[in-house]
Every structure is written in C-alpha cells, then in structure tokens.
C-alpha cells in the first residue's frame, strides 16, 4: 500500500507527469477519432428514424455525450481541487486548469444541441426549466472559474482560489443530475439506466456510449497535451525540462 502511495506521489511531479504525457497523448487521440467515426456511423446511417421525433433526434447521439461529460469535466475538477488544497501539488492545480476550457467546450455544446432537438420538439429554442438553467450554470461556473484564475496574478494564489470557486459550485452536479426527478421539467427523464432495462434501443444505446467514450478520449488527449503545456510555463528554466528538450532532439 505504501509502495503505491508513493508511487502516485512521484506520477503528480511535473517532470515524471511531463513525459508521460507525452506519450500517451497521440494513443488517445487516435482512439477518440475512431471511436467518434464509429459512433456517427452507427448513429446516423446504422440507427433507424425515430417513428415520434423523425431524424431530429440524432442530434441527441452528440448531445448526450457533451451533457455527460461537461458534468464529468468539472466532477473530475472536484477532485482535483481537493487533492490540491490537502497537499499543495503542483499537478492537480494544472490539471483543474487544463480541464475547465475542456469542460466549458462540452457544456456550450450541450446547450447548443440542446436547443437544436428543443426547437422542433418543444416549439422554442430555449426553456427555463430546472435542467437546462442549471446546466447553463454549469457554464458559468466554468467561465467564472477561468476568469478569476486569469485575474491573479500570484500563481499560488490564483490555484488555490480557483480550486475553492469549483468545490463551491460541485453543489451544482447533483441540482443537473436530479433535476428531471426533484422538479417536473421539460426535460425527459434518463434514457440509459445504470439499473434497470433502459429505454432506448440496443443501437441508439451502442451509438451514444461510443460517442461518451469519444468525448472521453479526446478529453484526455486535450486535457493531457494542455497541461504539457502549462507545464513547460510554469516550469521554464528548470533543469529537468531543459534535459528533456535535449532528449526529444
């Protein structure tokens, strides 16, 4: 058990996260690329035209997995941010960084293709219901977090403020995900079920965990690729980063 701490440890130091980064990055960019070919594939050729909502509803096949993971972004970020005020590591600070823009991207698209689907569906682009306002929060709360990181100028500072602003909004994640229970919204209820059979069809259920798992991989490559990054920034002059330009070369 210590053997494993320690090593975990040793992952969260900038110059032994540095390279390994780097080398997983094109491994999950490739996955995510094929997994986003396969899932619009079945999606959109393979899946059947709904017999109530027609083709409209293939928006959903993006739309689900943007949801999911612009919620998963920013529980990931929660994390994170308790790692970093527990032991001041360097990485988890980078990481809650490189994640929010990642984050923010998917929850804009939710909302996009949220409207897209409503449009046709509920006859308006946009509803003040409990879901889609507190997924509009979501987004809000990622652009507050960048924005008040960019406005301190002491690093230190601005990562501990940062990781204080996204455990403060986490009380929002359960608001999203039991908001279509607690309220009686627009907004249909879950289409996959962890327990239970789920509604959606064995295709349409095939479709959209493939674009998830997409969306999971591409987010990895970014959120890796980034923090090599912001790394390279905040680490300039080191010995070890300079060893390591050498070795590339």
Known sequence: MEIKINRAFQLASPAVFYPLAGRLVPWFALLSIGLCAWGLYDGLVVAQTDFQQGEIYRILFI??????MGMFCYFVMCGYAVVHLTWRTRLAALMIEALAPTGALFTALALMTGSFWGKPAWGTWWVNDA??????????LYAGYMALHSAIDDQSRADRAGALLVLLGSINLPIIYFSVI????????ATIR????????????????????AAWAYTIAVVL??????????????????NAGQDRT
């Open 63 to 68: 739309h689900v997995a943007a949801s999911w």
């Open 131 to 140: 879901r889609t306002v507190s997924t509009l929060l979501l987004l809000f």
């Open 182 to 189: 607690w309220w009686n919204t627009l907004h249909q209820g």
């Open 194 to 213: 962890m327990t239970g059979n789920s509604s959606a069809p064995p295709i349409v259920l095939h479709s959209m965990l493939l674009m998830t798992l």
């Open 225 to 242: 690729a980034r923090v090599r990054g912001k790394i390279v920034w905040r680490e300039r002059g080191a010995q070890w980063l300079a």
